[in-house]
Every structure is written in C-alpha cells, then in structure tokens.
C-alpha cells in the first residue's frame, strides 16, 4: 500500500527509498463510540493511552434503532482505553468495576477529549458536556486518573498542552459566537485551574478578526511558551492561518503572524514541533467555483483541494512559503493533523475521499493516508505517502454544523477530526473512528468505533527503522 510521492515541492530519495506500511487496522473496542479520538505514548510508564467522543453529540439519527451499547455504556465521561502491547490489544479503562473510566468527582463530560504529557510524564485528558470543562490527569500510564476538577473552566472545544511537571495548559472558547478565545493554567497536576484565562483573539486595525483555534504546543527551548493555532476571517469568512505564542515572562499573547492567506475546509489547522523546535502547521484548503452552486444548499461547487504545510524555524515569527503535501485529482482531502520527531521528521494524517463532492450532503468514501515527510524544513523535502487503512474507513456524508448534524438526521460520527502521534521508537501510529461495521440485519451504528493503525515498516521519525 505504500507509494513515495512527488507532490508540489516533495520529492523521493533512495536514502528512503524503504516502504513505509502500517499493519492491519486493530478495533480498539466494538462498542464504545469513536468520534475525535487521541492516542498518545506514555514514554515513563511504557503503555499507550487512547481516548474518544462518547458519541452523545455524533449519533446518527438512521441508526439509533441500533442504540444499545451507547445506551447502557453511557457515563457522561470521553472513553479511555490503555495498551501494554504497542496497540495490538486495548484494554477499557474502568473505575472500582463502576464503568466509569475516571472519578466521577473529578472528571464529567461526554465530548471534545485531548491527550497531552507534562515534562514529569504525567498524562492529562479532558471532556465537557457542554457547562464544563473537565481537567484530569494520571501517572501511572492510563490506569488511574487520580487527579482532575470537574471545572477547569467552562467552554467550548478545549485544547490541552503539557507544560513543566504538574503544569499543564487548557485552551477553550469561552462563549460561543463571540471571538473569546483564552487559555487557563494548571500548576498541580490538574486539581485546580487559574480563575482568569490569557485572551488570544480580536480585530487587528484593518478589520481582520483572529482567535486562536487548534491544539496548542509548549516548549520549554524558548522560554517556556505556549504556541497555537490561529483563523483570521472577515465577515465570519476565513481567510488566512497562523499562529500566536504565549510567554511566560509577560503572561500574555503575542500579536499573530499569518503563515499562508487561504480558505479552510477543516474548523482549525494543526501544529507540531519537532526536536529542533521547528514549528509545523498544516491544513486543508476550500476551493469552491464562483458563479456555480453545486454545493450543498445552493453554496459554490466545490473543486479538488490540497493538504498544505508552512515551517516556523523562530517559534512562530515567520513563516515558510507553503508546500503542497496533497493534491490528488478527482479526490477530496480533508483535516489534517501532524507529528513531529526529530528535526525535518514530520507525519500528516488526513482523510481523503474517492470523488469530489460537498461532504455535509453527498455521500463519498473516505479512507486514511499518511505523508511520512524527510528534510521538511528544506527547500526540497522528501515525502512517501500511503493508504494507511487500505480500505474506506467511511462511506457517507460528513457533517461538519456540529450539535445540529444530529437533529438534521445528517451524519457525524467522525466528529470534527482525528489524529496522529508516534511511538517511543518514533513509530507513526494513528487514531481513527470507523463506521463500516453496521448493527444487526446489515443496518447503520449510531456511532462510529475506534480503531488504532500502527506503522509497521519503513523510517520512523527519530531515525530509527520501524517494524520487527
């Protein structure tokens, strides 16, 4: 399944000329929903740590007829699973034999899970049901999750980044609607939270409104600052992506940098900093015909579009030209995440699909492909890119209007994203939800189920071969 790409200013090299494979598709569980799913490799205790959406707000309407694991699993809390075995077997995480993962006293809310490690290996995770965010954390690997405050604070979407130990960092949208972006902080593991946020949103002087919007990075090479995502737009249209860092010695954020003007198709880009502190953002873009409307509701038809990338070698000052990771004929591709290794070793991840078409209401297949990328911060990076699944794992349409996806019968079940991460060996592994499994008489599951991919062959991201 592997192929090496020639894709805008990537390129092959025999040096790598080595397949890059993953193993077959491993269903973490084949009950439990996984939507938005995040895995992580907890380096200290030697484990890996998968966590997923409920479901609650990603059920499809034409198969709640199939409801009774969401049912009579349901605990207002993100399902966790733990792996000792690289992720050939899961195991759920499951509190004094409750089924809850975690102490309900510490940890409520169905949605919007992140995974991130602080520099004294402890793992944090997060939920919300919608008046909270949740903050808890472990350090023993996934098992317990002995820490956490149900009220980090309240929002939407929160973001997690691991800081120095005990210390970790929570971006949330405070209030939906409004460009009211913050991030608070913990400083003891997450029992507590700081009362006020730092702001990271507003209208610069030519009438371009920002507010930070992705997963946020830390790292402790430049001082100690937070880095994020940020979406310019005007008139609540996109119309650029960049980045804005926070620093400790002024608690505040800095003025945002634009990396690339361009549309976007996913809510938010994705970022990641690699061992050199070179700072990676991809993301995917929206072309549309003017003067068309093939798209849903009337909207513009859409067009082939492209996965592109843009490096910061200053955490976030300037930004690179940005080069064309993906840009298949006749095919969609859509949210990208990233990893990063060591310096020039990047994996994205995306979903791309066999036609072009409007995905909230035509239906297409989706299948997962991976772009393990060398030399990424040169002029002429090299790249192999693969189907990584190799198969669909998705065959309908793809809501993208949030809480209404579920009342519109529209199907949602991937939720808004998934993601990728690498293993101790720099391994590229991934976290996917996948619908192809239909209930009972061949009909649809009301959730999708997670799956783990794990690269089983070719170069790894910190220089080291993957695979037996």
Not at 40 to 50: V, W
Not at 304 to 321: D, E, H, L, Q, Y
Not at 427 to 432: K, L, S
Not at 457 to 468: E, H, I, Q, T
Request: aromatic share 8%; hydrophobic share 35%; glycine share 12%.
């Amino acid at each position: 399944m592997a192929a090496v790409a020639l894709l805008g200013a990537l390129g092959s090299t025999p040096a790598l000329a080595a397949p890059v494979r993953f193993a077959k598709p491993v269903f973490v569980d084949r009950h439990l929903a996984g939507g938005e799913p995040s895995v992580i490799a907890d380096t200290k205790h030697h484990t890996l740590i998968y966590t997923a959406h409920e479901g609650t707000t990603h059920l499809y309407r034409n198969g709640i007829v199939n409801s009774f694991d969401f049912v009579s699993n349901y605990r207002n809390q993100v399902n966790i699973w733990v792996s000792t075995d690289d992720g050939r077997t899961w195991k759920r995480d499951n509190f004094d034999g409750t089924g809850f993962a975690t102490i309900p006293t510490k940890n409520t809310g169905f949605s919007d899970p992140d995974l991130t490690m602080d520099a004294g290996g402890r793992v944090y995770d997060t939920g919300i049901d919608l008046a909270n965010d949740a903050l808890f954390s472990t350090n023993d690997g996934g098992y317990h999750w002995e820490r956490g405050t149900i009220q980090c604070h309240d929002g939407d979407r929160p973001w997690l980044a691991g800081g120095r130990k005990k210390e970790v960092f929570m971006g949330t949208d405070t209030q939906e609607g409004q460009i009211s972006h913050q991030i608070f902080q913990s400083t003891d593991g997450g029992n507590t939270c700081s009362a006020t946020g730092v702001p990271d949103g507003g209208t610069l002087p030519n009438g371009t409104d920002y507010a930070g919007d992705g997963k946020l990075a830390y790292d402790e090479d430049w001082g100690g600052r937070v880095i994020e995502p940020v979406v310019f737009s005007k008139n609540s249209k996109t119309v650029g992506v960049g980045a804005a860092t926070w620093n400790r010695s002024l608690a505040s954020f800095s003025k945002p940098v634009m990396a690339a003007r361009t549309s976007l198709f996913a809510h938010w880009p994705a970022i990641a900093v690699d061992s050199a502190d070179n700072v990676y953002m991809v993301w995917d873009t929206d072309p549309r015909a003017p003067g068309t409307h093939g798209g849903c509701n009337g909207a513009n038809t859409e067009l082939p579009n492209a996965i592109k990338m843009s490096v910061s070698r200053n955490f976030g000052k300037t930004w690179s030209k940005p080069i064309t990771v993906a840009k298949p004929a006749g095919e969609r591709v859509y949210w990208p995440w990233i990893a990063a290794g060591k310096a020039g070793r990047v994996s994205v991840v995306w979903y791309q699909t066999n036609k072009v078409v409007d995905l909230d209401c035509t239906a297409a297949k989706t299948s997962v492909y991976e772009a393990s990328i060398f030399r990424a911060t040169k002029r002429h990076p090299t790249a192999q890119i693969v189907n990584a699944a190799g198969r669909p794992i998705h065959t309908n349409f793809v809501c993208q209007g949030g809480t209404s996806c579920v009342a519109t019968g529209q199907d949602r079940r991937l939720g808004d994203y998934f993601t990728n991460a690498i293993d101790p060996r720099g391994c590229v592994v991934i976290a996917t939800g996948d619908t192809t499994v239909k209930g009972p008489g061949g009909t649809e599951r009301p959730t999708s189920l997670p799956i783990f991919l794990r690269q089983s062959s070719g170069p790894g991201l910190l220089g080291k071969r993957c695979g037996p």
